[in-house]
């Protein structure tokens, strides 16, 4: 198997045992249903880690994070039927309703604070939400501190509101989408997630599946170089 080959089956199986039982695999446990050796598993995904495919745990190859879904603790809660997961933000949390392909229900606050909500997915759709999600870092920057870039991807009420809790938290005051568009980029952006065969966006793909819809501008501008995103 070449290599890019193992990293796609390695993706692969740590996403569908995530969406099994809420946790990611080990290395043992990976190499065993691949059918190869621990240290080609590690070597894959410290590979994956630096391609942007997952983000491993400091100095080890547990996964803290493999997009859309958070191995940690955070602010939203993402259930289908009798499983739950944890997303790493509003985008990612919409891209588990849209990979796991049933009615989802997704619990979170306003603003990351008090004030709790929960966001329905029915029939693959939105149920009347007018809600709108603040992205306070442009794209491009995501991968300079994806745990930060992803825990200010938060859902407001209305964009009136984003003001004021910029300037209380001292975080930048980014771009505000409609909750509805976010929905839109996450079936995008995580449709191809569960493939077998899946890879990184190159940077020509992650650009288009913006434009496709309707994030356009500086704010949302990917520098076309390197070979992915």
């Known amino acids: 198997m070449t290599p890019d080959a193992l990293d796609s089956a390695v993706h692969h199986d740590i996403i569908e045992t995530i969406i099994a039982i809420s946790r990611a695999p080990l290395a043992e446990e990976i190499a065993q249903r691949v059918g190869t050796t621990v240290d080609e598993i590690e070597a894959s995904m410290r590979r994956l880690h630096d391609g942007h495919g997952l983000v491993l745990h400091p100095d080890s190859t547990r996964v803290w994070v493999i997009h859309p879904f958070a191995l940690w603790p955070t602010t939203y809660r993402v259930t289908v039927g009798a499983m739950s997961w944890w997303g790493n933000c509003a985008w990612c949390s919409l891209g588990i309703a849209a990979i796991a392909g049933r009615d989802a229900s997704i619990v979170t606050t ?22 709108v999600v603040h992205f306070a870092r442009p794209v491009r920057r995501a991968w300079e501190n994806v745990i930060y870039y992803c825990g200010t991807v938060l859902v407001f009420h209305r964009a009136a509101e984003v003001d004021d809790w910029c300037e209380r938290h001292g975080i930048e005051r980014g771009e505000v989408v409609p909750l509805r568009q976010v929905w839109e980029l996450a079936r995008v952006w995580y449709g191809r997630h569960r493939d077998r065969d899946w890879k990184t966006w190159t940077p020509g793909e992650a650009q288009a599946a913006f434009t496709l819809v309707g994030l356009t501008g500086d704010f949302w501008r990917i520098p076309q170089v390197g070979e992915r995103f």
């Open 110 to 131: 306003i603003g990351a604070e008090t004030e709790r909500i929960t966001i329905e997915v029915r029939d693959r759709k939105l149920i009347d939400s007018d809600l």
